[in-house]
């Protein structure tokens, strides 16, 4: 055996060897997502800019009014804005660099580009990021972010709120964000646990003068919401028409 077939075999040996380690980071699947996504340019840039540690987390801005998001067809915002984010979430070194607020402001655009399926999936991702910092009660108030209108002031308040009671719907029947589940023995008694709560600031969102419609099914939806489970719909309480449905996914 001459020294290039020694070493062409060794090199598969190693190459074989390292493809049999597998690390939180998942490199080649991420290459491999990021090869099929058209806006993100060159895979292996891509993967650097993800590794680039500095500022870790990746920069939350303020998302367009309410009725800007309205004016497009239904579900075509996400199509131009995010088209790319279904994979993306995919990627653990995305996930890592993910943040509540971003989140919930993608899931505020979702709900104003009437986009339900977003609406679902984006709610579960949030659900399942079970850390401290994903704590709903710990979103930051969107005025820290440049937020003066009053119908994105009312509209984030109130889909905060629909959140904590969504995800006190899931609690209720055992489901847990960990994934530590708890089966039910009655299924006419809900489960105890400890309720989550919305965040401190959404008390301050006042009503709107003017009804701000943004599902409109014809008719005022507010009250006839069955999915909601508190006393008063808070979409409804600011004079908004939207649908909270979406966000009771399982």
């Given amino acids: 055996m001459n020294l290039v077939t020694w070493l062409a075999k060794k090199y598969r040996r190693l190459r074989w060897r390292l493809q049999l380690i ?29 590794l680039w540690p500095v ?17 497009y067809e239904k579900e075509a915002y996400f199509d131009q804005h995010y088209s790319d984010l279904y994979d993306l ?12 607020q971003r989140s919930f402001f993608r899931l505020y655009e979702a709900l ?37 209108d009053p119908e994105q002031y009312a509209v984030m308040a109130s889909l905060a709120e629909a959140m904590a009671d969504s995800f006190n719907w899931r609690l209720g029947w055992g489901f847990r964000r960990d994934g530590n589940h708890v089966e039910r023995d009655d299924l006419r008694t809900p489960m105890e646990f400890n309720p989550v709560k919305p965040p401190s600031w959404t ?40 649908s909270t449905a979406s966000l009771r996914t399982i």
């Fill in 89 to 100: 979430r995919i990627i653990p070194l995305w996930r890592w660099r993910d943040t509540p």
């Fill in 112 to 148: 104003c580009a009437h986009d339900e399926p977003y609406i679902g999936y984006e709610t579960e991702y949030f659900w399942k990021r079970s850390s401290p910092a994903w704590e709903l009660d710990q979103l930051r108030d969107p005025r820290e972010y440049g937020c003066t």
């Fill in 203 to 242: 008390s301050n969102a006042l009503a709107l003068e003017e009804t701000l419609i943004i599902h409109d099914y014809g008719h005022h939806i507010g009250s006839d919401d069955s999915y909601f489970t508190g006393s008063v719909q808070p979409f409804e309480k600011r004079n908004i028409e939207a």
């Fill in 55 to 71: 500022p870790w987390y990746f920069p939350c801005r303020l998302p367009p009014r309410p009725r800007d998001i309205i004016a």
């Fill in 22 to 50: 597998h690390t939180p980071f998942r490199f080649r699947k991420s290459l491999g997502i990021l090869r099929r996504l058209s806006g993100q340019g060159n895979p292996y840039l891509a993967l650097l800019r993800l």
